[in-house]
């Protein structure tokens, strides 16, 4: 394994969409990239080599699950993360700030860190900058997420302004514990987080602030909490700008395949979304004509494949209408057959974008895949 820590290259852009290269020691991540999300140490019914197959050079870990469970001390003594999941490539760990908001019900906030209720059996928890740091450093992360509160879009302006002041210090802290992280912090790269909700001024004072601490790369948290896409879009006109233009900009928990196309026309350069896979589990299938639902009756005796255009071992094997009877019948394989077809559309249409960026024809592509896309 070579020593290289962290390196961003940009190698084309078109417009405000950017395509280049992380180099890491553990690899190279192709930008724009997508990252299936491996919530608690696999990707849902997908073995590690066959989400490696589908083209991804990346994925992503969930410390606030991995701290629960089997417990981040526990996987530091069986080798690290990597070696625990079979998976020798880059992986980027989120820091349990999106549980700040997502188990709302379940925690007290300070500004010290958070104390939850474990979701599995009610434990107390304490999750701090320091610890979280602490956490993603036993897991042997790759790409370290400073801690952060993640608010609702929705709520005042006030409440938005104080959490994004919160996340900023604790941001400081992030990078402050990370710092101190010996050999892994020689060896991985740390990455925060703006925040401001939909506001742009809130959004300008995070990203100072964050440039001032200094980070390897830098996300846009906040969105993909409920506000829709086009306030969403409205966001990142501006949002991805005030941030290092050398650094590479990861948008957290995006999303459908529309959104990824729109995001990368206003400068983002990583994404994950659980909705791949989820959506495979629930018999939806995402193609270049829309996405499909193969519990429809239509399907039963279609005998074509997913998708005409894709290259993938599903669609060159399996009909719609035998995939269709896999998931009538609750059968396993349709989740595992349906989640590696989505997972392959996504790379793929991520090698697309990349390809259509270096050529100079990115706006044409995302015209044209909008008009298949949204029409089918």
């Known amino acids: 394994m070579n020593t290289l820590r962290f390196a961003f290259e940009l190698h084309a852009t078109d417009g405000k969409a950017r395509t280049g290269v992380i180099r890491m020691r553990r690899g190279e991540i192709r930008t724009p990239a997508f990252m299936p999300v491996g919530t608690a140490a696999t990707v849902k019914a997908m073995k590690p080599e066959a989400v490696r197959a589908t083209g991804a050079d990346i994925i992503l870990g969930n410390t606030y699950h991995l701290m629960l469970r089997p417990g981040a001390e526990r996987v530091a003594r069986l080798g690290g993360l990597h070696r625990f999941m079979n998976w ?14 997502s188990l709302s ?11 939850f209720r474990s979701h599995l059996d009610g434990s107390k928890h304490m999750l701090t900058p320091e610890r979280s740091m602490e956490i993603q450093r036993l897991l042997g992360s790759d790409i370290v997420m400073a801690f952060d509160e993640c608010p609702r879009a929705d709520r005042p302006r006030d409440e938005i302004a104080a959490s994004m002041e919160l996340s900023m210090r604790w941001a400081k802290r992030s990078r402050d514990g990370f710092d101190a992280g010996g050999e892994h912090a020689a060896h991985s790269a740390l990455f925060g987080i703006q925040q401001g909700a939909l506001d742009e001024e809130l959004r300008r004072i995070s990203a100072e602030k964050l440039r001032d601490i200094g980070f390897d790369g830098y996300a846009v948290g906040g969105l993909a909490v409920g506000e829709g896409q086009e306030a969403m879009f409205a966001t990142l006109d501006f949002a991805p700008d ?25 400068g983002i350069d ?14 939806q299938a995402f193609t270049w004509n829309g996405p499909l639902n193969l519990r429809n009756a239509r399907h039963a005796e279609d005998t074509a494949p997913l998708d005409q255009r894709c290259t993938c071992p599903v669609c060159a094997q399996y009909s719609r209408a035998y995939l269709h009877h896999l998931h009538k019948s609750g059968e396993i394989l349709g989740a595992m057959l349906v989640s590696e077809h989505n997972l392959s559309f996504y790379q793929q249409l991520m090698q697309a974008m990349r390809e259509a960026i270096a050529e100079g024809r990115f706006a044409a592509f995302a015209s044209e895949f909008r008009r298949e896309y949204l029409s089918g």
């Open 242 to 266: 005030m941030l290092p233009q050398d650094r590479p900009r990861y948008l957290m928990g995006v999303g459908k395949p529309d959104d990824l196309v729109g995001a990368v026309e206003r």
């Open 105 to 115: 019900e379940l925690r007290k906030l300070t500004e010290q860190g958070v104390e």
């Open 270 to 283: 990583m994404f994950d979304c659980v909705l791949p896979t989820r959506s495979g589990r629930n018999g």
């Open 88 to 101: 020798d490539r880059p992986i980027l760990t989120d820091s349990g700030g999106y549980q700040v908001m």
